[in-house]
């Protein structure tokens, strides 16, 4: 539970055990106590071991990145106290060279797809880091799938100007047949090992829905999902 939030020069969070008779809302004790270790564990390893344990805890690391983030660039020192133990500190000098691990970019596996189907989106402003602009395809009934069975609505993200010009030659709300990079992070690279990106790396105008093509044209592009 949470009980109280002393506001100073810097904030703290008071927890504790639940009171049976406070209507607030409630943390299960053993569940909030569990991360909160987890959270110690992380201030106080070393540089070399901090990675390869981030890769054991996965995604959740996203919001651990966060808060390094938060000590690093307001110049905080973050002292993190778990019942029954010493108290960790994290230093805004750590908590940079934390979240400069986590955030750099993983090396990553492209696996080459083609698909069918109706341009129906585009944005020319991105927003992730190195795309220009992405698209929406409805993907055909024959189409191939990229890596969900039961969705038919991708989006997918470019980089290149070529693919830029050809969206500008008249492909929105056409027919197309989209070359595509299913993206991944290489084993032990990313906290987030299940991660997936389209990239768009060619457009052009492809058939109609009713004009059926061989499920199989392209069978050397055949993707492990």
């Not at 000098?93 to 400069?100: C, K, L, S, Y």
């Not at 969705?151 to 492909?171: F, T």
């Not at 709300?173 to 990106?197: F, M």
Request: glycine residues 6%; proline residues 9%.
């Amino acid at each position: 539970m949470l009980y109280a939030i002393a506001p100073t020069k810097s904030i703290t969070l008071y927890f504790g055990d639940p009171d049976p008779a406070a209507e607030q809302e409630r943390l299960p004790v053993e569940f909030t106590a569990a991360h909160a270790e987890r959270i110690a564990d992380l201030i106080d390893v070393d540089d070399e071991t901090f990675f390869a344990r981030a890769l054991l805890i996965g995604s959740p690391m996203r919001h651990y990145n966060d808060l390094a983030q938060v000590v690093a660039s307001e110049q905080l020192t973050l002292t993190w106290e778990v019942r029954g133990q010493p108290p960790r500190v994290l230093k805004p000098e750590a908590a940079e060279r934390q979240h400069e691990r986590l955030s750099a970019p993983p090396k990553t596996i492209d696996h080459p797809v083609v698909v069918n189907g109706g341009l129906y989106r585009v944005i020319t402003e991105s927003t992730r880091e190195g795309f220009i602009g992405s698209v929406g395809i409805h993907l055909h009934r024959w189409s191939k799938l990229p890596n969900d069975p039961y969705r038919r609505r991708i989006l997918a993200y470019y980089s290149s100007r070529d693919v830029a010009e050809s969206i500008k030659a008249g492909l929105v709300g056409e027919p197309v047949r989209a070359h595509l990079s299913l993206r991944t992070p290489a084993p032990g690279a990313s906290i987030e090992p299940n991660r997936v990106d389209l990239i768009l790396e060619s457009l052009e105008a492809g058939p109609p829905e009713d004009t059926r093509v061989s499920f199989f044209e392209d069978d050397d592009d055949e993707v492990p999902f």
